[in-house]
Nanobody
Framework: QVQLVESGGGLVQPGGSLSLSCAAS???????MGWYRQAPGKERELVAL???????SYAASVKGRFTVSRDNAKNTVSLQMDSLKPEDTAVYYC?????????????WGQGTQVTVSS
């Protein structure tokens, strides 16, 4: 079993920056870690993922503004968010993926609120 503990988030003005961090506990190999977000009235959506080898993928809406990074030794994943926009306001969830036989197992953090507002 994997537990994810998030930190960071909060209130920031448009154009500002915030950083999120997530630490994973457990012994399972996590082939990918990253972040999803869910705004009020919307479905949860992928923000950014990073594989154990460092390959990254981003939602088109955040590409060039957000940077995901991972420390495999510490089992942590971070999200640096720059040039934030009001539409980035959402609850951000840390995600980790492991492989059980042929099935992907998703683990989730508790979520942290990010609010972009003047």
């Amino acid at each position: 079993q994997v537990q994810l503990v998030e930190s960071g988030g909060g209130l920031v003005q448009p154009g500002g920056s915030l950083s999120l961090s997530c630490a994973a506990s457990g012994s399972e190999f996590l082939f990918a870690m990253g972040w999803y977000r869910q705004a009020p009235g919307k479905e949860r959506e992928l923000v950014a993922l990073i594989s154990s080898t460092g390959s990254t993928s981003y939602a088109a809406s955040v590409k060039g503004r957000f940077t995901v990074s991972r420390d495999n030794a510490k089992n942590t994943v971070s999200l640096q968010m720059d040039s934030l926009k009001p539409e980035d306001t959402a609850v951000y969830y840390c995600n980790a993926k492991s492989l059980i036989l042929t099935r992907t197992q998703n683990y989730w953090g508790q979520g942290t609120q990010v609010t972009v507002s003047s």
